[in-house]
Structures are given as C-alpha cells and as structure tokens.
C-alpha cells in the first residue's frame, strides 16, 4: 500500500462525523425554540383562562363579598351563592414549571388580584408594557414577566332592536 493512501478513510470518517454534528447541533437549537415557542403559547392560553376565570369571579359576586378569590381553588368552584359556579375547569399547571406554583399577585385583604408565572427563561414574544409586572420596564422581557389580571367589565352588548326612526321636524 502506497504510503500517501495511507489514513484517507479515516480522516473522511473524521469530517462526515463532525458535518452530522453541525447538523444535529442546528436541528437541535431549532428544536428548542420550537418548544419554546408551544410552551409561551401554552403560558398565555393558560394565563388568559385564569384572567377570565377572575373577572367571572368577581362580576358574579354578591353584594357584600370580596371580589377576589383568597386561593385559586375557589374559582373552581364558586360556592358563595346557593347554586355552586365554575370560572375555571381545573388548577392549570405552569408549562415552563410544569407544576402549579403560580405566583399570586394579593390586594392589600390578601385576595388574588393577579398572577403570573415563576419563570425567570428570556421571551421569544414581545408584549406590550401594559400586559407586564412593573419590575419589568426596566429590562429584558421574561415569561415571568407576563401578568395576567382579570379582564375588564365588559359593557352590555347594544340593544338588538332597530334603533326608532327619526321624527319629521315641522
């Protein structure tokens, strides 16, 4: 065997090896931005069903109660009138965490007014400042960042009559 074929299989192997690295390192990084990306949908479907889950709470409360549940329990199942109500179908767990440990936002009776995840992981999705704890403003978003209050009243829908026609001036 000539000397200068001597080890050009193994180098081959050498850099087919390291170019199926490279592939797998980029399919791989792809990978997770894509489960990044599901997991801040996830948040924010999440983060959406607890903020309607506390308006309903607090816009079918009786007169004379507080408006804010004391523990996310109580929106599954709402027993302050005589017919039990459901503003929430279960304790949603957080998707970065994988396990309930929301942090709750409190009024000053120690009611929950908010919450929002205990993530520290950088956003992908940019939301505006409105939608963001005010520690926030000042720096990089985190999903941890997001906060999910109740949604505003809504006001009535308008009335489904025709509106009255106008009267002849004279």
């Known amino acids: 065997m000539p000397s200068g074929e001597r080890g050009f299989s193994y180098l081959l192997l050498l850099f087919v090896l390291a170019a199926m690295g490279a592939g797998l390192a ?13 997991q801040e949908t996830e948040l ?8 309607r889950a ?7 409360t009786p007169a004379g109660q507080s408006a804010a549940p004391a ?9 302050r009138q005589a017919l039990p109500q459901h503003h929430l179908r279960r304790l949603y ?17 120690g009611r929950i007014v908010a919450l929002h995840s205990r993530s520290t992981r950088a956003a992908l999705r940019r939301l505006p400042p409105a ?6 403003q000042d720096r990089p978003q985190t999903v941890g960042d997001w906060l999910f209050l109740p949604a505003s009243p809504h006001t009535p829908p308008p009335s489904s009559q025709p509106p009255p026609p106008p009267r002849a001036s004279r």
């Open 71 to 79: 523990a996310l329990e109580e929106l599954l199942e709402d027993t």
């Open 44 to 51: 924010l479907f999440r983060g959406q069903a607890f903020s």
């Open 131 to 136: 939608a963001l704890r005010e520690q926030a």
């Open 26 to 38: 980029a399919v791989g990084q792809h990978w997770t931005v894509a489960q990044q990306r599901e």
């Open 93 to 109: 767990t957080d998707p970065f965490t994988g396990q309930a440990d929301w942090v709750l936002q409190r009024d000053a009776a």
């Open 54 to 60: 506390l308006a309903a709470y607090r816009d079918s």
